[in-house]
Structure formats: structure tokens, C-alpha cells
């Protein structure tokens, strides 16, 4: 049974802000309106003030990209970008964009880069002659690289010093104000709460408001007792407190160890090590390196900097390297790994950064650290070594190479000679061990080489293109991403897409930029157009949406910078303040019109079919439903009242009622009883036998009872992630599914009502 009680608890965030979408996009809020009768005056005066700067708005991008297209060709923007699967995505994104709206400019830059991507293949060919390369003098360029990211390094710290300065001092005042309110907080315990969750609002820490509305809840409810609230506040929401500036003080300030936490947060280090312990285990922080012995710990990034990545891999290559070389070369080597691997540690506790500033110096140094492989590879060789040509070619990264280099070479010797235990290894068992690890370092070069050739492809693409079993070809993809060959770029159809680390240049940077723009203003300008030829009351939402687009585009433009300059600045210094009030007016009057003219109204919501996926994917992808909407629906007759769904519930949305449904228990078919476990058939048999007549109502137990009850689903806190529905170990499927509509009439009269 679902439970629709919606009083004046306070609602689950994920909760409000889905309904608050609901209602803003339907119409349904009710906001200071001015009579019906003017609706179509305030829509005509609308028009009348803001025709005359959407003129100046819509002619805008024509006139940004004809001198952005002039500065490309001055500048030769186009010959800093090596990545041609970049191109080839900004050449679809001007296409689309033309195709939508012409927008001047646009098309020579897309020819532009059509015939820069032609030049680049037809550059590209299979090389006859052997280019030999002086390894002494290439290895001298090393140090003055690798001294010119040491510089950046540091510029990259001492912005990280002055950027933290002023997130330390509100990480101080919110320590200053805990340590203020510690000696009051075996008092009252209702008012500590209020105290906490002022200064723990200001952290945005998920856990810790997630906490502090479930105790409300609880003791609301009256299933915390005084003694059980005043020991979770004092305690457990004390220390999600602590866990919440720990992140944010990561987040803002950078890394730091222990002792530097419990400094800052002016408390001891053991309480830090504990709430650290606790937030490794939710993959919320990582240790990052070591300071005087001390353990360094940072917040977890969702994906690192392609650069740190970029620059492990040289250091990998250098290291196969200082093996292969002898005497000053190697010392070089040795120095220069020396300095990189001080200079990756660095990076690893900066986080993040400007990847662009580095983008010259790592390329070149990669470049250059890649030729001196290639040239020790050739030099060296054996008789055995075809299959290493073969991976050569395939485009396998060089410091993987040089591991399968040793192998080849010294794998012989585990034949004819013994290992550390005086064993010998059997020459058909060498020949088959050997036969697969080729196999499959050959195939990983192929797929490394459909990658940097096509850009970020996923396993499907991969498999089609390569001939290899898509089964094999996940697998190392897998193995790839893992040893940072590859790492993940986003989703195309529900496929992960894989790519190799990249370092982005600056031109690069704003290719991007520019491409992604340039498709945002042709769609929001053929939508403008459209809307202002007949506008309408429910046309205002796009009407802003589309102002919007093009205030934020002229934002992003003007940080946009080619050759070191920006571009058509005095441009987009004229259109900056027709954008904002633009925007202005459109909200303005999107808040006037009355909500009785909504999108949709309540009645349409009900039953409202929940989107999964489309039908052409459905088979590919499986359950994938729009979480956050559903409804949640019970059956007694596989129930086991094990309260696995309420203690799993993220939300505390779930309930086991201390209610027993006679009645429901007779209507349970015989065949759903024989499928529960022997207990609970016996009870139901023997409740069934014990009968004079059927009963009617419920009995209520005087105190929870796990093991009998019915379980109520809150919706006004519920999110249907289906963490229930996993957990549940009912009979079959459970005895929770998640039914994907969802009745919204009472949730949405009640939020309406709010706001009257």
C-alpha cells in the first residue's frame, strides 16, 4: 500500500527539485499574476520593448563569426591541432549548425577545416625510408622541457595558494563556530541540531542534510526516543559535520594530511582519521602521495587531467629507456626521470589545472621521448622480433613495447636456462604462452590505433571495424583503461566511449568552444525568429530559454582567445547588456502571466507514463529507467517481512508497518504459498485452518515486530531508485516492483498550494 500523507515535513532534496521542475515547467506554480483579461496586453508590450534589441541579438553571431574566421586565418589556428577526431566533430557541429540556421562565417570555417582534415590524411602515409635520429642530441633537449613544466608546475601552485586563501578563511569561521557551539551541545539536543545544520548548510555535503532530515523525521515520527536523538546528534551528525568541511577544505584548498586537517577544522586528529577512514570507503577521498611521512589526501576527482595521465606514460617510457641506454645518456635519462616523477607527484596533489599552459612543453617532450623508443627499438633487435615489427606498426604506446621487447628477448632463457627455484619452463608451454600474449598485445595496438585514428570510439564501433570479438575487445579495453592507456570520455547509445590521454592545446580548447557555440546559436536563433512572428503566453518559456542561450554563448564567447587575443570584443562588449535584459523582460513577464494558462494541467499528470529508453535500444540496454519517478507497488504474498527495504532505503522512504491484513492473507493463492519459505507457509496455512469465517481489518501490534507487517511507501520522500526492489530476497522477483507511472495529482495540489 502507498502512503500519501503529505503534511509539512520537509521533503527529500532529489524530491523537490524533480517537483519543483514539474511544476515550473507546467505552469503550475502560482505566482503574483495580473488579471486574465491583460494577459494578451502584457504579451503585446512584451514585444514592443524588446523587438528592438533582439535585432541587435540575433544579428550578432553573424557578425562574431566573420571575425572569427578572419582572426582563425590570420592567426593559422588551425595548424596547432594534431587531434583529428577534434575536427572532424567540429566540422559536423558548423554542418549542423548551417543546416539550422546560417550564421555568417560559419561556412568558411567549416570548409576550412574540412580541407585541414583532407590535408592530414593524405599527409598521412606509410613511411618507406628509415628516419635515424642522433639519441644524444634529442635526450640533450630533455632537461630544458621538463625545466619549463617545472615553472608552469610552480605558477600552477601559487594560484592553488592564492585561490585557497579565501576558502580557508570560511573553512576557519565554520571551525571557529563549531568549536564555539561544542560546549552547548549536550544541552538542548533539538537546538544543537539547528546549530549544526547552520554551519553544515554551508558545506553542500550530501550525507550530512541527508542525516539531519532523517532525525527531524525520526523524531517526528516518534521512532527516535530522546535519549537515541541526543546521542545521533551529538555523534553521528557531528561527525557527517566534520566529513563535509574535510571535503570542501579538500575540494577548495588541495590536498593536505591529517595533521593540516585537524589544524584547520580545530579538532583532533583522530576524529579526523576516522571521519577519512569512513569517506576512502565512500570513494569521496584518495590518498594522493606523502609529506614528511605523512599520508596526503585528496578529494576524488570523477576523471584526473588527461596531462597527469600523459605525463605517467612518459615516465613509464623513461624508465623501459634508462634500461637500453648506457653511459651519459643514461645518466641524462635518469636525471630527467628524476625531476618528471617529482613533477607528477605535484600534479597529483594539485588535482586540477589549466591543462592548455602545459599542452607545448608535454606534447614535445612526449614526441621526443617517443622518438628515442622508436630508434631503440630498430637498433635493437632479434632474430624473433617480427612479431614485435608487428606491434610497432599496430601503434602500440612505446612503453608497452619495451615490455613486450624483454619478453621476446628474454623469454628464451626460461627455456634453456633456470629460474631462482632451479626450474625450467617447457618449450611448448613458452610457445603457447607467448602465442596468446602477442595475440592479444597485437590486438590491443590495433584497437590504440583505431582510437588516435577516429577519435573516442566505444567497444561496438571497435568490434566492427577491427574484426575482433566484441567479448575480447572489452576485455581490453578494460585492461587498457586500468593500465591508463585509455581512459573514458562519456556514453554514445549506452556504450562507454574510450579514448587515449590527450593534452589539449589552446587552439584545440577553442575549436571546442567555438564548434559547440556556434550549433547553441543556430538553434536558438531559428527558435527565436520562430517565436517572435506569432508570440504567444505560452510561448514566453522558450522565449527566455532561447535569450538565455545566447547571454550565456556571448559569456563563454568572450573568453575565447586566438593567437593570445580575443576576438570581436567590442562586439560582444555591445550585445552583453541587450542579452541580460533581454533575459530580464522575458522572465518578468513569464512571471506576470497567470498560471491558469498553464503547459500541461493535473489532470494530464495522472498515470503519467515514465520514459525508460527508446524501443530501438530497449533490447541492447535493458532496465534503464528515468529514476526519480515511479510508483512502488507491494505484494503481501511474497512479503517475508524481513525489513530489508527500509534499512537499505537512501531517502527513508520505505516502511515495515506493525499492521497485520487478515483479510489479504486469505485472498493469497495456494501456489503463491508453497513458493514462500516453510515458516511463513506454515503460519499462513495454519491461520487459514484455525478460520471459523473470513476475517475483515487489520489487527494492529503494539511495537514493530520484524517478521510481520505491511510495508507503506512514502512518496513524498521516495526517489524510486529501486534500491528496494534489489534488496528485496522475497520469492521469484520479490515482492517490490517498480511501476514505471506515477500519480501526481496529490503532490502537485499540495506543493500549489504552498506557494498561494
Same mark, same amino acid.
Given at each position: 500500500?502507498?502512503?500519501?500523507?503529505?503534511?509539512?515535513?520537509?521533503?527529500?532534496?532529489?524530491?523537490?527539485?524533480?517537483?519543483?521542475?514539474?511544476?515550473?515547467?507546467?505552469?503550475?506554480?502560482?505566482?503574483?499574476?495580473?488579471?486574465?483579461?491583460?494577459?494578451?496586453?502584457?504579451?503585446?508590450?512584451?514585444?514592443?520593448?524588446?523587438?528592438?534589441?533582439?535585432?541587435?541579438?540575433?544579428?550578432?553571431?553573424?557578425?562574431?563569426?566573420?571575425?572569427?574566421?578572419?582572426?582563425?586565418?590570420?592567426?593559422?589556428?588551425?595548424?596547432?591541432?594534431?587531434?583529428?577526431?577534434?575536427?572532424?566533430?567540429?566540422?559536423?557541429?558548423?554542418?549542423?549548425?548551417?543546416?539550422?540556421?546560417?550564421?555568417?562565417?560559419?561556412?568558411?570555417?567549416?570548409?576550412?577545416?574540412?580541407?585541414?582534415?583532407?590535408?592530414?590524411?593524405?599527409?598521412?602515409?606509410?613511411?618507406?625510408?628509415?628516419?635515424?635520429?642522433?639519441?644524444?642530441?634529442?635526450?640533450?633537449?630533455?632537461?630544458?622541457?621538463?625545466?619549463?613544466?617545472?615553472?608552469?608546475?610552480?605558477?600552477?601552485?601559487?594560484?592553488?595558494?592564492?585561490?585557497?586563501?579565501?576558502?580557508?578563511?570560511?573553512?576557519?569561521?565554520?571551525?571557529?563556530?563549531?568549536?564555539?557551539?561544542?560546549?552547548?551541545?549536550?544541552?538542548?539536543?533539538?537546538?544543537?541540531?539547528?546549530?549544526?545544520?547552520?554551519?553544515?548548510?554551508?558545506?553542500?555535503?550530501?550525507?550530512?542534510?541527508?542525516?539531519?532530515?532523517?532525525?527531524?523525521?525520526?523524531?517526528?515520527?516518534?521512532?527516535?526516543?530522546?535519549?537515541?536523538?541526543?546521542?545521533?546528534?551529538?555523534?553521528?551528525?557531528?561527525?557527517?559535520?566534520?566529513?563535509?568541511?574535510?571535503?570542501?577544505?579538500?575540494?577548495?584548498?588541495?590536498?593536505?594530511?591529517?595533521?593540516?586537517?585537524?589544524?584547520?577544522?580545530?579538532?583532533?586528529?583522530?576524529?579526523?582519521?576516522?571521519?577519512?577512514?569512513?569517506?576512502?570507503?565512500?570513494?569521496?577521498?584518495?590518498?594522493?602521495?606523502?609529506?614528511?611521512?605523512?599520508?596526503?589526501?585528496?578529494?576524488?576527482?570523477?576523471?584526473?587531467?588527461?596531462?597527469?595521465?600523459?605525463?605517467?606514460?612518459?615516465?613509464?617510457?623513461?624508465?623501459?629507456?634508462?634500461?637500453?641506454?648506457?653511459?651519459?645518456?643514461?645518466?641524462?635519462?635518469?636525471?630527467?626521470?628524476?625531476?618528471?616523477?617529482?613533477?607528477?607527484?605535484?600534479?597529483?596533489?594539485?588535482?586540477?589545472?589549466?591543462?592548455?599552459?602545459?599542452?607545448?612543453?608535454?606534447?614535445?617532450?612526449?614526441?621526443?621521448?617517443?622518438?628515442?623508443?622508436?630508434?631503440?627499438?630498430?637498433?635493437?633487435?632479434?632474430?624473433?622480433?617480427?612479431?614485435?615489427?608487428?606491434?610497432?606498426?599496430?601503434?602500440?604506446?612505446?612503453?608497452?613495447?619495451?615490455?613486450?621487447?624483454?619478453?621476446?628477448?628474454?623469454?628464451?632463457?626460461?627455456?634453456?636456462?633456470?629460474?631462482?627455484?632451479?626450474?625450467?619452463?617447457?618449450?611448448?608451454?613458452?610457445?603457447?604462452?607467448?602465442?596468446?600474449?602477442?595475440?592479444?598485445?597485437?590486438?590491443?595496438?590495433?584497437?590504440?590505433?583505431?582510437?588516435?585514428?577516429?577519435?573516442?570510439?566505444?567497444?561496438?564501433?571497435?568490434?566492427?571495424?577491427?574484426?575482433?570479438?566484441?567479448?575480447?575487445?572489452?576485455?581490453?579495453?578494460?585492461?587498457?583503461?586500468?593500465?591508463?592507456?585509455?581512459?573514458?570520455?562519456?556514453?554514445?547509445?549506452?556504450?562507454?566511449?574510450?579514448?587515449?590521454?590527450?593534452?589539449?592545446?589552446?587552439?584545440?580548447?577553442?575549436?571546442?568552444?567555438?564548434?559547440?557555440?556556434?550549433?547553441?546559436?543556430?538553434?536558438?536563433?531559428?527558435?527565436?525568429?520562430?517565436?517572435?512572428?506569432?508570440?504567444?503566453?505560452?510561448?514566453?518559456?522558450?522565449?527566455?530559454?532561447?535569450?538565455?542561450?545566447?547571454?550565456?554563448?556571448?559569456?563563454?564567447?568572450?573568453?575565447?582567445?586566438?593567437?593570445?587575443?580575443?576576438?570581436?570584443?567590442?562586439?560582444?562588449?555591445?550585445?552583453?547588456?541587450?542579452?541580460?535584459?533581454?533575459?530580464?523582460?522575458?522572465?518578468?513577464?513569464?512571471?506576470?502571466?497567470?498560471?491558469?494558462?498553464?503547459?500541461?494541467?493535473?489532470?494530464?499528470?495522472?498515470?503519467?507514463?515514465?520514459?525508460?529508453?527508446?524501443?530501438?535500444?530497449?533490447?541492447?540496454?535493458?532496465?534503464?529507467?528515468?529514476? +526519480? @519517478? /515511479?510508483?512502488?507497488?507491494? %505484494?503481501?504474498?511474497? $512479503?517475508?517481512? =524481513?525489513?530489508? &527495504?527500509?534499512?537499505? !532505503? #537512501?531517502?527513508?522512504?520505505?516502511?515495515?508497518?506493525?499492521?497485520?491484513?487478515?483479510?489479504?492473507?486469505?485472498?493469497?493463492?495456494?501456489?503463491?504459498?508453497?513458493?514462500?519459505?516453510?515458516?511463513?507457509?506454515?503460519?499462513?496455512?495454519?491461520?487459514?485452518?484455525?478460520?471459523?469465517?473470513?476475517?475483515?481489518?487489520?489487527?494492529?501490534?503494539?511495537?514493530?515486530?520484524? +517478521? @510481520? /507487517?505491511?510495508?507503506?511507501? %512514502?512518496?513524498?520522500? $521516495?526517489?524510486? =531508485?529501486?534500491? &528496494?526492489?534489489?534488496? !528485496? #530476497?522475497?520469492?521469484?522477483?520479490?515482492?517490490?516492483?517498480?511501476?514505471?507511472?506515477?500519480?501526481?495529482?496529490?503532490?502537485?495540489?499540495?506543493?500549489?498550494?504552498?506557494?498561494?
Amino acid at each position: 500500500m502507498i502512503a500519501e500523507m503529505y503534511d509539512d515535513r520537509e521533503m527529500a532534496p532529489k524530491r523537490r527539485r524533480m517537483l519543483d521542475m514539474i511544476l515550473s515547467l507546467g505552469g503550475l506554480k502560482e505566482e503574483a499574476a495580473i488579471p486574465l483579461s491583460r494577459v494578451n496586453e502584457e504579451i503585446a508590450s512584451l514585444k514592443a520593448s524588446i523587438s528592438p534589441i533582439v535585432e541587435s541579438i540575433l544579428s550578432f553571431p553573424d557578425a562574431y563569426f566573420e571575425d572569427l574566421l578572419n582572426a582563425v586565418q590570420r592567426t593559422g589556428l588551425v595548424n596547432g591541432i594534431s587531434d583529428r577526431a577534434l575536427i572532424r566533430e567540429a566540422v559536423l557541429k558548423l554542418q549542423r549548425a548551417d543546416e539550422v540556421s546560417r550564421l555568417s562565417g560559419v561556412s568558411g570555417l567549416r570548409a576550412l577545416l574540412a580541407s585541414t582534415l583532407e590535408a592530414m590524411a593524405q599527409g598521412e602515409g606509410p613511411s618507406t625510408s628509415e628516419s635515424r635520429i642522433d639519441v644524444t642530441e634529442v635526450l640533450q633537449q630533455l632537461p630544458a622541457l621538463v625545466q619549463q613544466i617545472e615553472a608552469t608546475v610552480s605558477a600552477y601552485e601559487e594560484n592553488a595558494r592564492s585561490a585557497s586563501e579565501a576558502a580557508l578563511s570560511d573553512v576557519k569561521q565554520m571551525a571557529s563556530s563549531v568549536a564555539q557551539m561544542l560546549s552547548t551541545l549536550e544541552g538542548d539536543p533539538d537546538e544543537a541540531l539547528e546549530s549544526l545544520q547552520k554551519i553544515g548548510n554551508k558545506t553542500r555535503y550530501g550525507p550530512f542534510l541527508r542525516v539531519a532530515a532523517q532525525l527531524k523525521r525520526g523524531k517526528r515520527e516518534g521512532r527516535i526516543d530522546e535519549a537515541e536523538f541526543k546521542r545521533l546528534v551529538t555523534r553521528n551528525l557531528l561527525q557527517e559535520l566534520y566529513r563535509g568541511m574535510i571535503l570542501l577544505t579538500l575540494g577548495s584548498t588541495g590536498s593536505k594530511t591529517v595533521p593540516q586537517l585537524a589544524s584547520l577544522i580545530e579538532t583532533t586528529p583522530k576524529e579526523i582519521q576516522s571521519a577519512i577512514v569512513s569517506m576512502i570507503q565512500r570513494s569521496e577521498v584518495e590518498m594522493v602521495g606523502l609529506n614528511g611521512g605523512a599520508p596526503v589526501f585528496a578529494a576524488v576527482l570523477a576523471t584526473p587531467p588527461q596531462t597527469t595521465m600523459v605525463v605517467k606514460g612518459i615516465l613509464q617510457q623513461l624508465r623501459g629507456m634508462v634500461r637500453s641506454l648506457e653511459g651519459e645518456s643514461s645518466n641524462t635519462v635518469k636525471v630527467v626521470l628524476e625531476r618528471l616523477e617529482r613533477v607528477h607527484g605535484r600534479l597529483q596533489l594539485l588535482s586540477e589545472y589549466d591543462e592548455t599552459k602545459l599542452s607545448e612543453p608535454v606534447n614535445r617532450l612526449r614526441e621526443l621521448v617517443g622518438s628515442v623508443t622508436e630508434s631503440l627499438l630498430k637498433a635493437k633487435t632479434s632474430d624473433k622480433s617480427e612479431e614485435l615489427r608487428l606491434l610497432v606498426s599496430a601503434g602500440l604506446e612505446a612503453f608497452a613495447r619495451f615490455r613486450l621487447k624483454i619478453a621476446l628477448e628474454k623469454g628464451p632463457h626460461l627455456v634453456t636456462g633456470t629460474n631462482a627455484y632451479g626450474e625450467k619452463l617447457d618449450p611448448d608451454v613458452y610457445k603457447r604462452i607467448m602465442d596468446t600474449y602477442l595475440d592479444n598485445e597485437i590486438e590491443r595496438g590495433i584497437i590504440l590505433l583505431l582510437i588516435r585514428e577516429h577519435g573516442a570510439m566505444s567497444a561496438k564501433d571497435l568490434a566492427e571495424k577491427s574484426r575482433i570479438p566484441q567479448n575480447r575487445v572489452l576485455s581490453h579495453l578494460l585492461r587498457m583503461k586500468r593500465d591508463e592507456l585509455l581512459t573514458t570520455v562519456g556514453e554514445t547509445h549506452g556504450y562507454v566511449l574510450y579514448d587515449v590521454p590527450r593534452v589539449p592545446s589552446e587552439s584545440e580548447v577553442t575549436l571546442k568552444v567555438v564548434s559547440e557555440i556556434a550549433l547553441q546559436l543556430a538553434e536558438a536563433k531559428s527558435e527565436l525568429s520562430r517565436i517572435l512572428q506569432d508570440l504567444k503566453p505560452q510561448d514566453i518559456g522558450r522565449l527566455a530559454n532561447s535569450l538565455e542561450v545566447f547571454s550565456r554563448a556571448r559569456d563563454k564567447l568572450a573568453r575565447v582567445r586566438v593567437g593570445g587575443s580575443p576576438v570581436a570584443e567590442a562586439i560582444l562588449q555591445e550585445v552583453e547588456d541587450k542579452a541580460k535584459t533581454a533575459v530580464a523582460m522575458a522572465y518578468r513577464t513569464r512571471a506576470r502571466i497567470p498560471s491558469t494558462r498553464p503547459k500541461v494541467t493535473i489532470d494530464d499528470l495522472i498515470d503519467i507514463d515514465v520514459p525508460s529508453v527508446l524501443d530501438e535500444y530497449r533490447d541492447m540496454m535493458g532496465y534503464a529507467p528515468l529514476l +526519480g @519517478f /515511479g510508483t512502488i507497488n507491494w %505484494d503481501q504474498s511474497k $512479503c517475508l517481512g =524481513c525489513k530489508s &527495504c527500509e534499512l537499505s !532505503c #537512501p531517502e527513508d522512504a520505505i516502511f515495515l508497518r506493525p499492521k497485520i491484513d487478515l483479510e489479504e492473507i486469505f485472498r493469497i493463492p495456494e501456489s503463491s504459498v508453497q513458493k514462500l519459505p516453510t515458516n511463513r507457509a506454515l503460519l499462513y496455512n495454519t491461520l487459514r485452518g484455525l478460520a471459523v469465517s473470513r476475517p475483515v481489518g487489520q489487527i494492529v501490534l503494539k511495537k514493530d515486530s520484524p +517478521g @510481520f /507487517g505491511r510495508v507503506e511507501v %512514502d512518496l513524498w520522500l $521516495c526517489v524510486a =531508485c529501486r534500491t &528496494c526492489v534489489r534488496r !528485496c #530476497p522475497g520469492p521469484e522477483n520479490g515482492a517490490l516492483t517498480l511501476e514505471l507511472k506515477w500519480s501526481l495529482p496529490e503532490v502537485v495540489r499540495h506543493m500549489t498550494a504552498e506557494t498561494r
